[in-house]
């Protein structure tokens, strides 16, 4: 007895295409997502880095004490008496006040006034600024640490402790996130 068994078909020799240029596509579009994601994730760390590195760039430095900084008291103004009345609140507040006197440097002052200062007076400066918001910065050669306050034209009061603490708070803030 013989069975009879259905006649082999022969290959026809394609190869399953279609499903080959689908996984391709698919593989293609899962490293894409992958490479947009990776991407994604370095730009986030540069930006966060970046944002870390500007923080403390600009923070004033909260670890200065005003008694290790020594100021010159300049009056750019036509108002007498305006240099003695700076140099005595900020003594008050506990700053060394090394001399008091007009600007004799002929340098035009604008604004509120100016910090002038040396390479070694930078942390220092930027730890004055806080009492004198809105004052210029102009960096000589001086090899001391010590600041020159020259008030401005448009110099009206130094800032309060409230501000003074209010603007130290944020930059230590900034630096416990990095």
Do not use: K
């Not at 006649?7 to 579009?29: E, H, N, T, Y």
């Not at 009056?75 to 090394?98: C, P």
Request: net charge negative; glycine share 8%.
């Amino acid at each position: 007895m013989r069975t009879e068994r259905p006649p082999v078909r022969p290959r026809s020799g394609r190869r399953p295409l279609p499903p080959l240029i689908f996984l391709l596509v698919l593989a293609l579009a899962a490293l894409g997502v992958w490479w947009s994601v990776l991407r994604q994730e370095q730009q986030e760390t540069e930006e966060q880095a970046e944002a870390c590195a500007s923080a403390s760039a600009s923070a004033p430095p909260t670890t200065l004490d005003p008694a290790g900084i020594n100021l010159r008291v300049l009056n750019a103004t036509d108002t007498a008496g305006l240099a003695q009345t700076v140099a005595d609140s900020l003594q008050e507040r506990g700053f060394v006040i090394d001399e008091v006197a007009n600007d004799s440097s002929g340098r035009e002052v604008t604004g509120v006034g100016e910090l002038r200062h040396g390479p070694r007076g930078n942390d220092a400066a930027e730890y004055v600024r806080l009492y004198v918001p809105g004052a210029g910065d102009y960096l000589d050669t001086r090899a001391t640490a010590q600041v020159d306050v020259v008030v401005g034209p448009e110099f009206t009061t130094l800032a309060t402790a409230d501000e003074v603490a209010a603007a130290l708070a944020p930059a230590t803030s900034a630096a416990a996130n990095c």
